[in-house]
């Protein structure tokens, strides 16, 4: 398999045009399998899928300190991105709470590179905007990183158009990481103009609508505790069975075209952009070499249009994440 490489908006930094979410390897989706985990690392190597995203929140610390151990005598062959920003406190994660002060954001590189066993990391993302800490501070600090030779790149997550012109205007900012899918369509209207404004590449999160779009799912009450399907939203009650009827089309077309809708789904998000690289997140290697078949997909612009109406905000049951969730979004 030949992954197609894609650059990040103008930012220079060249990535194969699907990467691989790492975070469902240490939380959020079901017991971890560190064996597969690592498997399905080495595999993503092999099929030439070297863009791999972690965060210092996951677990947390253990996704980093997971990816750190799989990839010792192979890092030159690796994009490696992580993020920092949340406020952790004896080794857990303070729900909700943020912080990015150039102290903390100082000392959660440190802690990334030694967890990943390395000297740089190629991408770093704010994960969540701080609205105690001016932007301009974060992205400052962060060139100060780039230029001791820490970070290469510059990115944010979840950040609003308002602080995406800030930070860019103290320090290029390379991608901006955001839910993006069928499903999930709220960076259209302004977020995604801004970032081809100002060159800038998009790195969808969830392009499978946390695997929704998979079609391999099952209401939220199926889900054992700890599972993050188990609190989505669109997952529970009636969401479940609406949003199940809007999927079919996607189900359809995968049927028509002899893929898995997963595929589908990814090949929409592809189709959006040659400056959009999506991280659909696994920790086994049978997914993962099916999401990567997605490149190979290509959609006529009559499935793309029935794509796009059946699925269509107004057709999509139940909000993004439940509303404590959503106080981090910088929207």
């Known amino acids: 398999m030949s992954l197609p490489q894609r650059e990040l908006g103008r930012s220079g930094l060249k990535v194969p045009a699907i990467g691989l979410g790492c975070m469902g390897m240490s939380q959020s989706y079901g017991p971890a399998d560190e064996v597969e985990s690592i498997a399905t690392l080495h595999r993503a190597l092999e099929l030439g899928c070297n863009f791999l995203d972690t965060a210092e929140v996951y677990g947390p610390h253990t996704n980093e300190d997971l990816l750190g151990r799989a990839l010792q005598g192979k890092r030159q062959n690796v994009i490696i991105a992580t993020k920092f920003g949340f406020r952790i406190e004896g080794g857990k994660m303070v729900h909700g709470e943020v912080n990015s002060t150039p102290a903390n954001t100082r000392a959660a590189v440190e802690g990334s590179l030694k967890r990943l066993r390395t000297d740089y990391i190629d991408l770093l993302y704010q994960h969540r905007v701080d609205p105690k800490v001016p932007m301009e501070d974060v992205a400052g600090t962060v060139a100060e990183l780039v230029k001791a030779g820490k970070v290469r790149y510059f990115g944010l ?18 991608a901006v990481q955001s839910e993006y899918s069928l499903w999930e369509r709220n960076l259209e209207p302004e977020i995604i103009p801004v970032l081809r404004e100002l060159g800038i590449g998009l790195v969808p999160f969830s392009p499978l609508g946390r695997g929704f779009l998979t079609g391999a799912v099952k209401p939220a009450e199926d889900y054992q505790d700890g599972d993050f399907r188990r609190n989505d939203p669109r997952y529970q009650g009636e969401n479940f069975a ?15 075209l002899g893929a898995k809708p997963g595929q589908v789904a990814l090949a929409w998000v592809l189709a959006k952009g040659e400056d959009i690289v999506p991280i659909p997140g696994t920790k086994r290697r049978a997914y993962l070499e099916e999401n990567l078949g997605a490149v190979a997909l290509k ?15 107004d057709k999509i049951s139940g909000p993004r994440y439940a509303p404590k969730n959503m106080t981090t979004i910088d929207r």
């Open 242 to 256: 609406a949003n199940m009827r809007a999927a079919g089309v996607v189900r359809d077309i995968a049927g028509e």
């Open 157 to 174: 997550s979840e950040a609003g158009s308002k602080n995406i012109r800030r930070a860019h205007a103290v320090h290029p900012v390379a």
């Open 299 to 313: 959609l006529s612009p009559a499935q793309l249009q029935a794509l796009d109406a059946a699925m269509a905000p």
